[in-house]
């Protein structure tokens, strides 16, 4: 996979939520862990689920 992909965080409650984008085609994918994790490992486990949606596509 190349190129840029956008990471957003959401503050939910006590958990936090990082999405991870693909500019490109447009695939998200996000995870949910605990307000305080870290936000490098939350964007880190972001662009590996992203990088597992699209080799399924």
Known sequence: ???DIYVEFIILGNSI?????????????SVIGPANAPQAAMAQ???KKLE???RKK
């Open 17 to 29: 939520k990082a999405t991870a984008i693909d500019p490109a085609t447009g695939v998200e994918a």
């Open 1 to 3: 996979m190349a190129g």
């Open 52 to 54: 597992y949606v699209l």
């Open 45 to 47: 486990a972001a662009r």
